[in-house]
């Protein structure tokens, strides 16, 4: 359960920024400029690269090996252009350091990284072998200032990466702390309602039909009375005592506990036997009972709660909503039938 992963849509986006940045300057560039044809001749070659490249991540399904991809096709495109224009002197040589930033936002920041180390060893063997390269341009660089432009390139390429990895951290704490809020009830630290409903739908339309499953609908009995009397801040504190103890009487691999809404709590039993799933919710119905919670009158209050649960197997089940109906229909019967107890769609025990 995650929140959507924004870069197959930064991926497309750049693929087309790569395209304008390759077509525009390839058009108009000689209207206003005298230069040599093979600028004209490696800008086509560039603008068809990337084309195929935008056709390739805008029909098909996201993939890992595209990020390498437009790695690779940024390289190819800048690099020639680099080399024949005069190395660390030529115009295109400041759009190195933004590979790195690049990549860390589309791919990851070890292959920023590793983009970042290919680059600088790349600047300094420009500077190093800067006489064997032929420069199209003819322009006449002092060693001097081809020396001061290396150096501000390398570390405008180091802080470009750097940049990447730290905005990347900051991301991924984010998300994670978004994923979290979205699927964590705030008060009690269990699942919330939206969350159970997920688990619920995905194990529906997932395979695996056989798996036995029971549902508990769990209400803590007079919860109103205990907010009337006691305030709604104790309230709390009591409806977090329950979902602790309800989430320490099921079994962690295979089960899950929700707060469903209020002081409703939604436990999912998987793989489980009928008279297993009864065992449990009775355990659970006990284990309430058994709390004992500190009033702010220093009085020691006791709780129970009325558990509906409704047993079956996935090969029957359509809806959640179904589920969900069946499993409150059996809370409704055991509210109605004096509380405190199981009330389960095989059999009434307790
Ligand atoms: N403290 C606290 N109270 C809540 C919260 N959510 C719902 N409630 C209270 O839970 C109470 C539910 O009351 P009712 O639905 O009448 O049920 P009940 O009093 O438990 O009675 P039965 O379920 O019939 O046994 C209401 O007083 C709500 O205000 C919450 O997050 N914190």
């Given amino acids: 359960m995650n929140i959507e992963d924004p870069r197959p849509r930064l991926l497309k986006l750049s693929v087309l920024i790569m395209l304008m940045l390759t077509l525009l300057p390839t058009i108009f560039v000689p209207m206003f400029v005298a230069q040599s044809g093979y600028f004209t001749l490696l800008g086509s070659i560039n603008v068809l690269m990337f084309s195929g490249l935008y056709l390739v991540v805008s029909t098909q399904q996201p993939k890992h090996w595209h990020r390498f991809l437009v790695l690779l096709l940024g390289l190819l495109a800048l690099l020639p252009l680099i080399f024949i224009s005069g190395g660390v002197n030529s115009q295109f040589a400041p759009l190195?350091?933004?590979?790195p930033v690049f990549i860390a936002l589309l791919s990851s920041t070890r292959d920023a990284q590793f983009l970042c180390a290919f680059i600088v060893l790349f600047i300094l063997g420009l500077l190093y072998f800067q006489d064997d390269f032929v420069d199209l341009t003819s322009e006449q660089v002092s060693i001097n200032k081809s020396r001061a432009r290396?150096?501000?390139?390398?570390?405008?390429?180091?802080?470009?990466?750097?940049?990447?990895?730290?905005?990347?951290?900051?991301?991924?704490?984010?998300?994670?702390?978004?994923?979290?809020?979205?699927?964590?009830?705030?008060?009690?630290?269990?699942?919330?309602?939206?969350?159970?409903?997920?688990?619920?739908?995905?194990?529906?339309?997932?395979?695996?039909?056989?798996?036995?499953?029971?549902?508990?609908?769990?209400?803590?009995?007079?919860?109103?009375?205990?907010?009337?009397?006691?305030?709604?801040?104790?309230?709390?504190?009591?409806?977090?005592?329950v979902a602790a103890c309800i989430a320490d009487s099921i079994r962690e691999e295979s089960d899950h506990v929700s707060r469903y809404g209020?002081?409703?709590?939604?436990?999912i039993l998987t793989g489980i036997k009928p008279q297993q799933a009864l065992k449990i919710a009775n355990s659970i119905r006990e284990n309430i009972a058994s709390l004992r919670v500190k009033t702010p009158q220093n009085e020691v209050l006791e709780m129970t709660a009325t558990i509906g649960c409704h047993y079956t197997n996935f090969s029957q089940v359509n809806t959640v909503e179904e589920l969900i109906h069946e499993a409150d229909s059996?809370?409704?019967?055991?509210?109605?039938?004096?509380?405190?107890?199981?009330?389960?769609?095989?059999?009434?025990?307790?």
């Fill in 150 to 241: 290396a150096i501000w390139l390398v570390l405008a390429t180091l802080l470009g990466t750097a940049f990447g990895w730290a905005f990347n951290g900051t991301n991924k704490e984010l998300r994670s702390e978004l994923t979290k809020r979205a699927y964590q009830d705030e008060l009690t630290g269990v699942k919330n309602r939206r969350n159970i409903l997920e688990v619920l739908q995905s194990k529906i339309y997932n395979p695996d039909k056989n798996q036995t499953l029971a549902i508990l609908m769990i209400d803590v009995d007079f919860f109103k009375k205990i907010n009337d009397t006691y305030g709604h801040l104790f309230g709390d504190t009591c409806l977090q005592q």
């Fill in 96 to 99: 190195l350091p933004l590979l």
């Fill in 262 to 267: 209020g002081e409703e709590f939604l436990v």
């Fill in 330 to 350: 059996a809370l409704y019967q055991g509210k109605q039938t004096g509380r405190n107890k199981v009330v389960s769609s095989l059999e009434q025990i307790s």
